[in-house]
DNA sequence: TTCAGTGCAAAACTTTTGCAGTGAG
DNA sequence: CTCACTGCAAAAGTTTTGCACTGAA
């Protein structure tokens, strides 16, 4: 299911896109992207690949995409939207409040339970979202993010 | 756990807050919403009632008591933030894209599961939204949907 | 009396749009 | 050749902030 930079021109033909040289850059950067970057972070990004790229046509290329299912945009919290290639398994997210780290998780467990709820009421699921918004814990550190902190703070 | 507008009062004091006559007005008509309206338009119903009343301060008493968890701050898609007084229990929302019917729900055993993934990543939950975006069962329908069509039906 | 809260204006920040020119199909 | 797309600038929309004043506690 991942997406191949290969892929892009292909996916513009079969969305009614043409593939521009912008258009091109800015998928290409978003799919190199592993955090979710808001449009002006993008902007930043492809502008040090071709500085003219308007943070226009990024914006009108993120809703074009969007709007085609290609990217994801996720309205975390407060601050500008957040942009995501779809192009792994679906998963949720875990929004560090005091960062805006996001970290995605899957749990098979929950995804059970939505769809038990949603036959309990009659429904057939489309598709969902869960976003977990968290602080770090006082007490403990976890094996997970304790490996990045020492990850983080070897440099 | 509903609020009432006597209520105001105490819960300024419990969290620190002075009640100022523009402050009561704001609560008091999102008390009276029954809609999720956003700053301007909570700000165009307030100024019916003391035009003076800026948009900054309604904007500020709603960032004040948002933080008190008084209040409940969404950002539903792309547009403003909307808001709601915390008068319920915490609930999720089921979806019907074909009706737009919102229902909403409540699961232990998601918020659980939550807890302990946020735990395994080394977090503690702020707060959490857990959207189920449905569709009528084909097959079946269940006790409570079809107890609610037979109302809907009757009108 | 004190300082949290206010109104007003201006700024900051996010996103969209008008327009004339360009290049993909 | 067309017109979808672009860069640029300006506007629109949302939220925050500086400042001097007011009034709740």
Redesign the interface.
């Known amino acids: 299911m991942t997406i191949d930079p290969s892929d892009i021109k292909r996916i513009c033909r079969d969305n009614g896109l043409r593939l521009t040289a912008p258009r091109k850059i800015i998928v290409e950067t978003l799919l190199e992207a592993t955090d979710h970057p808001d449009a002006v972070e993008l902007h930043r990004r492809v502008t040090t690949i071709s500085p003219r790229i308007a943070l226009s046509t990024v914006y009108r290329t993120l809703v074009a995409l969007s709007e085609k299912g290609v990217l994801e945009k996720h309205?975390?919290?407060?601050g500008p939207?957040r942009f995501e290639t779809v192009d792994r398994e679906h998963h949720d997210h875990?929004i560090?409040?005091v960062s805006g780290n996001v970290?995605e998780?899957r749990?098979g467990?929950?995804e059970r339970?939505?769809e038990e709820?949603?036959?309990?009421?009659?429904?057939?699921?489309?598709?969902?979202?869960?976003?977990?918004?968290?602080?770090?814990?006082?007490r403990?550190?976890?094996k997970?993010?304790?490996a990045r902190h020492r990850r983080q703070s070897a440099k």
């Open positions: 309205n975390f919290g407060n939207a875990l560090d409040v970290i998780f749990s467990e929950i339970l939505q709820i949603a036959r309990q009421h009659g429904y057939e699921i489309v598709s969902h979202k869960l976003e977990i918004y968290v602080r770090p814990a006082k403990r550190r976890s997970i993010s304790a």
